[in-house]
């Protein structure tokens, strides 16, 4: 090996033993998390989801007013729109039973009522409410 290579090889050694020594003494100041960057970099601040959440349940009882005041086809539409928003809140489904089943459409009610029981599994009073909501579509498909 020739004094010219030899030195290059050092010299790119060096610098890799140096660019690990960075990862063993990091800096001593964090680097920062501002709400800018953290959007910037497609990290949501918590605020995000739990507006949407509250953008939902205003929907949901919207779409629970419509229904009462017999606007099913509204209703409905209202109803799919907080789904699509915040899709794990069971009430919305067990309304969109309701809804299809004062339309007389018993199989999009069963599905509907199928989701709500599964996201209100832990809540006694939906569970019963669901509950009869079934027992209504079962004494319809007869």
């Not at 290579?5 to 140096?18: A, E, G």
């Not at 205003?58 to 086809?73: A, C, F, N, P, V």
């Not at 709500?116 to 509950?131: C, F, K, N, P």
Request: proline fraction near 4%; aromatic fraction near 8%.
């Amino acid at each position: 090996m020739n004094s010219k290579s030899s030195k290059k090889l050092l010299l790119y050694l060096f610098c890799f033993i140096l660019s690990g020594c960075s990862m063993l003494f990091p800096s001593k100041h964090p680097p920062s998390t501002s709400q800018e960057e953290r959007i910037g970099k497609k990290e949501l601040p918590e605020e995000r989801p739990r507006s949407r959440e509250i953008a939902a349940l205003h929907l949901t009882e919207q779409g629970k007013m419509l229904l009462e005041s017999g606007k099913i086809d509204d209703a409905i539409s209202v109803l799919e729109r907080a789904v699509s928003i915040y899709g794990t809140n069971g009430k919305n489904y067990y309304y969109l039973a309701e809804a299809w089943l004062k339309k007389g459409n018993i199989m999009q009610a069963r599905e509907w009522s199928r989701l709500a029981e599964m996201y209100l599994a832990g809540d006694r009073e939906w569970s019963q409410r669901i509950s009869e909501q079934r027992e209504r579509i079962r004494s319809r498909i007869r």
